[in-house]
Every structure is written in C-alpha cells, then in structure tokens.
C-alpha cells in the first residue's frame, strides 16, 4: 500500500490536470454505455407501443450518446498520451538524479544494480501508458459493473452472485501470472542488457573499424540474436501459461453464462417481465461479466506495474556508495595528500589491488608513479578522487581524512586526465569546458587552455573554430557545417586541455597522458606538463620513463606497495626495479652500429 500511495503521488505530481480530465472524461465514458442501454430499452418499449414521438426522442438521444463515446475515445485518447509524456519526463529526471548523485563506481558496475535499473527505466518508458489503460480501464469497468449489477441483481438474485463468485478465481490466477510475469522480466533482463550492448556496439562508429577489419559483423548479429531468442523464449513461457489459464477462465466464463441465460429465458417465458427486459438483461449479462474480467485484468496489470515500481523505488533511494562527507568547502592544499597502509580489492571475491600502500604527495611537488601493467597506479588515483572507498586504511588532505569531506568538494580541487579519458560528441569548446562549466562561453579562457597544449591553432583553423562539433554523427543544430573526428593525440591534448581548464584545482593527475602522441608531440606535451606543474601538486603515471625522470620524486609501485621512491638520481643509483625499467627502455634506443659499420 505504501508503494502504491508513493506510485500515486509520483503521477499526481507529474501529471496533474491531465489525470483529471482523463478521470472525467473516465466516468462519462463508463456511464455512456449503462445510459445506451437503458435508452434502447425505452426505444423498443416505446416501439412496441407505438408512440412515435417518445421513439423519435429515445432515438435521438440514443445518437448523441454514442456522438458523445466516440468523442471520449479521444479525449482519453489525448489526456493518455499526456500523461505519459509528463510521467516519462518525471521518471526520467528522478532516476537520472539518482544516478548522477551515486558519487562512486561500486554500484554502477553491479550487474544487479544494473537488471533493476533497466526494469525501472521501464517505468517511464512503456508503463505509464499501460497503467493509465489499467487504472482508467478499472475505474471504467467499474461503473459499467456498478450499472448493469443493480439491472442483474433485480432481473436474477440468483445468477448476480454466481456471476460476482466466478471472478473471484480470475483475480487469484491473474495477480499470480503478474507476479510470475515481473519475475520473468527480472530474470531476462541480463539477456536485453547484451543484446542491447551487441547492438550498440553494431552501431558505434568507435567500434565500426575492428568489426570490419576482423569480420565480426555476423558474429556479433548472431549473438544478439541468440540474447534476443532467450529473452522472448522466457517471454513466450509466461505467455503460454497465461493463454492456457485465460483459456480456462474464459470457460468457467460460458458456463456461468449458459446458466444465466437458461434461468432468464425460462423467466420470460413463463411471463414473467416484458420482451424489453430481455434485451436489458443479456446486455447486463454480457456486460457484467466481461466489466468483471476487465477489472481482474487491470489490477492484475497495475499489481504487475507496482512490482516494476518497487524496482525504480530500489534505484532512486539507493544510499549512495560514497559517504557524503562534511559540506564546507576544502581549502587549499598547504601540507600534502596522506595515504596510510591503504588496502583495496574491488570485491571481495577479487585479490588484493593495494596491499597497504603508504605515500605522501606533498603540496607543490610532481610526484611520478611507476609500475608495471595491473601493479594498481590507476587505482591508487581513482581511491584519491573517491570514485572508490579504501577497503582498509586513511587517505588524508592536509590532515583532514578524505572520506569525512563532501566528495564534490574534494573533486573541485582535483584536475585529472584519466587514462581511459573521454571523447564527448560535442563541440570543441564543450569538450574543454567540461573540465570547469563556468568557462563554456569563457573563449579566451578555452583558449588559454588549448594553447597550454599546443591546440589553440588545430581548433582555430577548424572549419566552424571552437564552435566545431567534434563528431561525424551529430551536427549542432544552427547549420549543417559537417563536424571533425581529431586524431589520438588531438583527442589526448583535449583531455588534458580540459584537466587544466579547472582552476581550482590544487592537484593535477595525469594518468597516460601521452600514451597516443608521436615523439615530437610527446616531447611538446611533456614540456607543457613540466612547465603546468611547476610548483603545482601533480602526479604523473606513465610507462615512458624518459617523461618520468624529471620529476621531484618518483615512487614505483609493485606487488599492492611502495617499493622504491627517490629522484631519477637517486633510484638509479640504488640500482632497483626503477633502473632496470629504465635501463632497459632506454637500451631500444641506443644508436647500435649495423652490419656494414655504419650508426642506424
Ligand atoms: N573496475 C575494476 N573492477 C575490477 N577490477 C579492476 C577494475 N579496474 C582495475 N581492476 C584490476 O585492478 C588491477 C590494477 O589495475 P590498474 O588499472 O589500477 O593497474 P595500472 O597499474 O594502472 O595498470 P596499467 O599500467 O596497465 O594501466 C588489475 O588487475 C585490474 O584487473
């Protein structure tokens, strides 16, 4: 009842005036037939007879009744669309903030989370359309129910509650099918989930070049078609049942109706009532009868919508996965960022990723992070921005522990180009701006931050500037200028453009960020980044060493630990993993004389 008080307030809420001209236009609709009815009645009485005027006047006021249901088919027509629109759009908007307000990752990458997520979207998508039908269709049956019981209660006591009875075991089978019908969704939702990821990879422009060059187009069709043949295999289950139970209803319906009508026609044929009556009463019967069957089918549809609702109910009160932290804002980064023996596996059936990791990144140094692939360099910077929580162990700003500050604030100070950075299919200003929004229509500021990476002259010259979409699938809606797909490193130096537009950030985090430049490019981008984080806190994590070498300190990362830390100096002097990583790249480079003695 609760989930149903709370389902309702979120319709009233989104869809106000509309719902009440659907309840009117509801009741009238439910009266109109009980009225037709009774006017036939009159009609064939009047008939009978023979007064022509009255039969004129039943006639005519018979017409306008059925005017008047045509007319209504629409209006419920109109008024159900518009709820739908404003629900979807409500649904939408409360799940999105739900969604966007989960500060962390842990939840998003729960398959779990992820099945009730797309049953929930099914609440403003399809659904409100269906429950407007169930709820409207129930108030509707209802008084048709309500109108011809009173006609069938006075023609047969005998027959109303046998009829009333024989709903009673559609109601039973229908709320049981709905149940098992949501269960069923629930359990195929993993099989729509992939088929809508083979799809959308069909579609990617991303993916298109590997599914080309490696053939994959058939192989990937086939496996969403196998996804989409599972999932309607469930659907057809539930079906089946349903048309073998709906078939035995619809039986139990007959032979409630054959007796009915024995019990009337024997009635009448013993005199008792007019040859009017007959005509009222197999349309009480039929009406009834089928009234009843539609109110079992509506609450059996609105039990099932309530169900789905509990899953949007789950979504958008999940307690969020990150603590929400003091709300003041966090000063300046004075002293240093503090991890202490920090622990972290990303579930508990995982390894080990950090095994008690201690590191200090003072305020003003540019701290490198070394280590081989999987040693956890990227890990350590998302447990930094909170995008997970430490399994054991503090990481502190200035003293303060990260986890009791408000996780917008923490990330306001933060400025970082992840490795796996995005490629938004927006313009070229907006790909920057999203670094800091205040600076969407803050051009020279845009271009202060492309000119930090040598980009300034590559957006100029595009064909529409800062304003060109970076995208071959979308074009902005103004004009139809054909958008521009950057190269790797283009798209690289956007990223960091937009770690550095973030001006108040303190530390600058810089996870590959030249993994995709050609040497000179390395070269100028790693210039920048010397002279961006001069006297800044930075923490650059990279496997080409040469980069790495001038920084305040370097710390390599190995087995979940700290193994080693120092200047380039100092590390190689000591001679450890540091320096035989280095060594060893730096030995492809040396000038080895080839066969006929000549420098290659
Ligand atoms: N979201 C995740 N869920 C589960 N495991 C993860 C996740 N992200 C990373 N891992 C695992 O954590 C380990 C460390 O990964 P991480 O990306 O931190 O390594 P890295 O040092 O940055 O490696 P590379 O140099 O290759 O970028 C890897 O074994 C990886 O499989």
């Known amino acids: 009842m609760r989930l149903l008080a709370r389902f309702l307030g979120l319709f009233a809420r989104a869809a106000g005036w509309a719902l009440g001209l659907r309840a009117v236009s509801t009741v009238l609709a439910g009266l109109a037939p009980v009225l037709s009815a009774w006017l036939a009645r009159e009609l064939i009485n009047h008939l009978i007879a023979h007064r022509g005027t009255a039969a004129w006047l039943s006639t005519a006021a018979l017409a306008a009744t059925a005017t008047l249901i045509a007319i209504l088919q629409h209006v419920n027509r109109y008024a159900d669309q518009e709820i739908t629109r404003r629900v979807a759009l409500r649904t939408q908007a409360e799940l999105f903030t739900a969604l966007t307000r989960l500060p962390g990752l842990a939840e998003l990458e729960n398959p779990q989370f992820q099945d009730r997520l797309r049953l929930a979207q099914q609440i403003g998508q399809g659904g409100p359309q269906q429950l407007i039908g169930a709820a409207f269709g129930l108030a509707q049956s209802a008084v048709l129910v309500g109108g011809f019981l009173v006609t069938l209660i006075v023609a047969s006591p005998v027959v109303a509650p046998l009829v009333l009875l024989s709903a009673l075991p559609m109601l039973w089978a229908q709320l049981k099918l709905s149940r098992q019908s949501v269960d069923m969704s629930l359990r195929i939702t993993p099989n729509i989930r992939r088929q809508m990821f083979y799809s959308m990879l069909l579609l990617d422009t991303r993916a298109a070049k590997e599914i080309r060059l490696f053939g994959l187009g058939d192989f990937l069709r086939g496996r969403m078609l196998t996804e989409l043949t599972q999932a309607q295999a469930g659907e057809r289950r539930i079906d089946r049942t349903a048309l073998r139970v709906n078939g035995l209803l619809s039986l139990l319906t007959g032979v409630v109706s054959t007796i009915a009508l024995i019990v009337h026609v024997n009635q009448i044929a013993a005199g008792r009532g007019s040859v009017g009556d007959i005509a009222v009463l197999i349309a009480a019967l039929a009406s009834v009868q089928s009234g009843l069957a539609g109110i079992v089918t509506e609450i059996a549809t609105a039990n099932e919508f309530l169900l789905l609702f509990g899953h949007y109910v789950h979504v958008t009160t999940v307690p969020v996965d990150t603590p929400a932290g003091q709300t003041e804002e966090l000063p300046t980064l004075r002293g240093a960022i503090e991890l202490r023996d920090v622990w972290f596996r990303y579930h508990p059936d995982?390894?080990?990723?950090?095994?008690?990791?201690?590191?200090?990144?003072?305020?003003?140094?540019?701290?490198?992070?070394?280590?081989?692939?999987?040693?956890?360099?990227?890990?350590?910077?998302?447990?930094?921005?909170?995008?997970?929580?430490?399994?054991?162990?503090?990481?502190?700003?200035?003293?303060?522990?990260?986890?009791?500050?408000?996780?917008?604030?923490?990330?306001?100070?933060?400025?970082?180009?992840?490795?796996?950075?995005?490629s938004y299919e927006l313009s070229a200003a907006e790909n920057i701006a999203l670094g800091d929004l205040d600076a969407l229509t803050d051009e020279p500021r845009l271009r202060a931050a492309a000119a930090e990476v040598d980009l300034d002259d590559t957006i100029t010259a595009l064909p529409r500037g800062y304003q060109t979409m970076l995208s071959r699938v979308f074009e902005p809606s103004d004009d139809h200028v054909a958008g521009v797909v950057l190269s790797g490193g283009q798209w690289q130096r956007v990223a960091i453009a937009r770690a550095v537009i973030r001006s108040s950030a303190d530390l600058l985090i810089l996870d590959e960020p030249s993994a995709g430049l050609d040497a000179a490019a390395e070269h100028s981008i790693h210039e920048s980044l010397r002279r961006l984080r001069q006297g800044r806190s930075s923490l650059l994590i990279s496997h080409r060493l040469n980069a790495v070498r001038q920084a305040d300190r370097i710390v390599v990362l190995d087995g979940g630990v700290v193994t080693e830390q120092g200047t380039h100096d100092i590390l190689?002097?000591?001679?450890?993993?540091?320096a035989a990583l280095f060594r060893t790249q730096a030995g492809g480079y040396q000038l080895v004389p080839d066969t006929a003695g000549a420098k290659t």
Not at 573 to 578: I, L, P, Q, T
């Open 350 to 422: 995982h390894d080990w990723v950090l095994r008690g990791v201690n590191l200090t990144i003072p305020a003003g140094e540019s701290l490198a992070l070394v280590g081989l692939n999987g040693a956890g360099k990227s890990t350590l910077v998302k447990l930094i921005c909170r995008l997970y929580e430490p399994t054991r162990g503090t990481i502190t700003w200035d003293g303060t522990d990260i986890s009791e500050v408000d996780v917008a604030q923490l990330r306001k100070r933060i400025g970082v180009v992840f490795q796996d950075y995005m």
């Open 572 to 578: 190689m002097a000591v001679g450890g993993a540091y």
